[in-house]
C-alpha cells in the first residue's frame, strides 16, 4: 500500500480525471432536468423561460469550477488525504447543483428558491477554497505560485460577500438574489478584469 504523497503527479492526474467525469455527470443531469412541453406553439415553449435560464446560470457556474479546477490541479504535485477529501467534498456539493437549479426554475425564482440556489453555490466555494488551501501548501512552490494562489483566494472572498450580500438582499427581491449569482459567474468568468488588476496592484 503506497504511503501518502508517493503517487505523485500520475495520481493527481487520476483524481483529476475522476472529478471530470463527476463534472460531465453532474452536466448531464442537468440538462435532462429541461423538458420539453407536450403542447406545440412558442407560447408553450416561452414558458419555460424559467428553467432555461437557471440551467444557463448553472451551466456557466459548473464551468466555471471545472476551469478553475482544471487549473488549481497544475499545481498539484502529490496526492495527500486532504487533496483527495477536500476533492470529494467539493464534487458532493457540485452534486447539489442539478436540484437546485430544477428547484430554482420550477418554482419561477421564488424567494425561498433563491435562498437553496444561493446556498448550494456558496457550499463549493468554500470546499474549494480549503482545496486550494491543501494545494497551496503541498504543491508547486515559488512566484507565480504564490501569486496565482493570492489573487485566486482573494477573488474568492470576494465571490462569498457577494452571496451574503445576495442572500440578504433576496428579502427585497429574489431577483436581486439571482443578480448575485450572476454577478459571480462574470467575477469568474473574466480572465482578467477590473478585480484582477486592483488585486495585482
Known amino acids: 500500500m503506497a504511503e501518502e504523497g508517493e503517487e505523485g503527479r500520475p495520481g493527481v492526474g487520476r483524481v483529476e480525471a475522476f472529478s471530470d467525469g463527476v463534472v460531465a455527470i453532474i452536466v448531464t443531469i442537468m440538462v435532462l432536468e429541461l423538458h420539453p412541453p407536450v403542447a406545440e406553439g412558442m407560447d408553450r415553449l416561452w414558458t419555460l423561460w424559467p428553467v432555461f435560464l437557471a440551467y444557463v446560470l448553472s451551466y456557466a457556474y459548473v464551468a466555471i469550477y471545472w476551469v478553475n479546477h ?14 483527495i477529501w477536500w476533492n470529494m467534498l467539493l464534487l458532493f ?3 447539489l447543483v442539478p436540484f437546485s437549479t430544477s428547484y430554482l426554475g420550477e418554482h419561477h425564482f421564488s424567494r425561498e ?11 463549493p466555494a468554500i470546499a474549494y477554497t480549503f ?24 477573488k474568492a472572498i470576494v465571490a462569498t ?7 440578504l438582499l433576496t428579502f427585497v427581491s429574489p431577483w436581486f438574489g439571482v443578480a448575485a449569482a450572476a454577478l459571480v459567474a462574470v467575477l469568474w468568468f473574466l480572465p482578467y478584469g477590473p478585480l484582477d488588476r486592483l488585486f495585482a496592484r
Open 70 to 83: 482544471h487549473r488549481l490541479f497544475g499545481h498539484a504535485t502529490r496526492v495527500t488525504n486532504g487533496l
Open 93 to 95: 456539493t457540485l452534486s
Open 113 to 123: 428558491a433563491t435562498w437553496v440556489y444561493l446556498a448550494t453555490m456558496l457550499f
Open 131 to 154: 482545496l486550494q488551501r491543501v494545494i497551496r501548501v503541498t504543491g508547486r512552490q515559488g512566484e507565480a505560485a504564490e501569486t496565482y494562489h493570492r489573487q485566486t483566494i482573494r
Open 161 to 167: 460577500l457577494i452571496y451574503i450580500a445576495g442572500a
